[in-house]
């Protein structure tokens, strides 16, 4: 019944205008001075049974694409609906077709989100459990508390609390950015700070070249981000004791190029290509157990949102290389040798 009803009010207006144009020639033919009152009947009778024929053919082409769209559905996959005649009605099936399609992506992105978000949590919960556990074990212990430990377990819970707020604002990124002029040398300088008791604690000394003047557009929360993740990752993963962070910066036909060079333990060639993968730990990671693979897959996802292309290559036990360039960074004059000149950091003035 819906199905009739929904076809009548469909074709509502073409009734009315068949009725008037019946009604139209019946009268001009009455002023024209013809009065045969049979033929006229006769007239309205054929053009009533023409249009129910019309109008019941058409009915019967589309009775399956009505009962599609009457039916309550139960599932996205009804949308799609088949067995359609008109134009018009392929015209709407191919539209809902490209608009469950735009669904299907969007609910993936949000169902991945959501899963990596959830996967994330929790293997950082079981992975902040750790420096809790030894916290609470030095504080049991008898004597003098050794702060310097305890520091560190801090220092950690604090890396992973930070890990926790980029990977939530990742989502919002475009929200959260701010583009601004950045002296490239002097966050570097910053952020090399920031992690003195890292570089002192793994014997591991920084070697900072770059121009004084050097200014690169992008966003220096960010970017401060993730140039920490990658020192983070050149020292922890540099085992041996007196070894060095090499952070240089050289002009390339595209811009300036940013090197971030380790003489750590390298990646494995199987393993460089998905470094930057969420939850990829491969080798190294569970060389130390405490990575959780979404270091390199936030910094990555950064440098691509802010427009700095990236690329890791890397040596098994001869190191790691990180190259991220600016194309539009811009360096000022300077003192005569003074971006050639190597600044070499100790334990000391760290």
């Known amino acids: 019944m819906k199905q009739i009803v929904l076809f009548l009010k469909e074709h509502l207006s073409w009734i009315i205008f068949e009725m008037v144009l019946v009604t139209f020639i019946l009268l001009l033919y009455w002023l024209d001075g013809f009065r045969g009152v049979n033929t006229a009947v006769y007239s309205i009778i054929m053009s009533m049974l023409l249009t129910a024929g019309i109008l019941?053919?058409?009915?019967?082409?589309?009775?399956?694409?009505?009962?599609?769209?009457?039916?309550?559905?139960?599932?996205?996959?009804?949308?799609?609906?088949?067995?359609?005649?008109?134009?018009?009605?392929l015209q709407s099936a191919a539209f809902m077709r490209?608009?469950?399609g735009l669904y299907q992506n969007e609910v993936q992105t949000l169902y991945s989100?959501?899963?990596?978000q959830l996967h994330f949590m929790n293997q950082w919960v079981h992975?902040?459990?750790t420096p809790i556990s030894v916290i609470g074990l030095l504080l049991q212990e008898e004597g003098e508390l050794d702060k310097r430990s305890i520091q560190e377990e801090m220092e950690k819970l604090q890396r992973g609390l930070?890990?926790?707020?980029?990977?939530?604002?990742?989502?919002?990124?475009?929200?959260?950015?701010q583009i601004e002029q950045v002296g490239l040398k002097s966050l570097i300088q910053q952020i090399v700070t920031d992690h003195k008791r890292l570089f002192i604690t793994n014997g591991v000394f920084p070697v900072?070249?770059?121009?004084?003047?050097?200014?690169?557009?992008?966003d220096p929360k960010w970017l401060k981000i993730v140039i920490g993740q990658f020192i983070t990752n050149a020292v922890k993963y540099t085992f041996d004791k007196g070894k060095h962070v090499y952070i240089v910066v050289?002009?390339?036909?595209?811009?300036?190029?940013?090197?971030?060079?380790?003489?750590?333990?390298?990646?494995?060639a199987s393993d460089l290509k998905r470094v930057t993968k969420a939850f990829f730990t491969g080798e190294n990671g569970r060389l130390?157990?405490?990575?959780?693979?979404?270091?390199?897959?936030?910094?990555?996802?950064?440098?691509?949102?802010?427009?700095?292309?990236?690329?890791?290559?890397?040596?098994?036990?001869?190191?790691?290389?990180?190259?991220?360039?600016?194309?539009n960074g811009e360096a000022g004059e300077s003192d005569a040798g003074q971006g050639d000149r190597e600044h070499e950091a100790s334990d000391e003035n760290l």
């Open 56 to 89: 019941g053919a058409k009915f019967i082409t589309r009775r399956a694409y009505y009962n599609a769209i009457t039916k309550k559905p139960e599932r996205m996959e009804d949308a799609l609906v088949r067995h359609v005649q008109t134009p018009e009605q």
């Open 113 to 116: 989100s959501q899963h990596r």
């Open 288 to 327: 130390t157990g405490e990575s959780t693979g979404m270091g390199l897959y936030i910094a990555d996802e950064v440098c691509g949102k802010l427009g700095h292309p990236l690329t890791i290559e890397s040596e098994v036990g001869i190191g790691t290389s990180v190259k991220i360039l600016f194309a």
């Open 208 to 218: 900072i070249s770059i121009d004084e003047n050097l200014v690169v557009a992008s």
């Open 127 to 129: 992975q902040m459990k």
């Open 250 to 268: 050289e002009q390339m036909d595209k811009g300036f190029e940013l090197t971030i060079r380790d003489e750590g333990v390298g990646i494995p």
């Open 98 to 100: 490209s608009l469950y």
């Open 162 to 177: 930070d890990a926790v707020l980029v990977n939530a604002r990742l989502e919002t990124f475009e929200e959260d950015m």
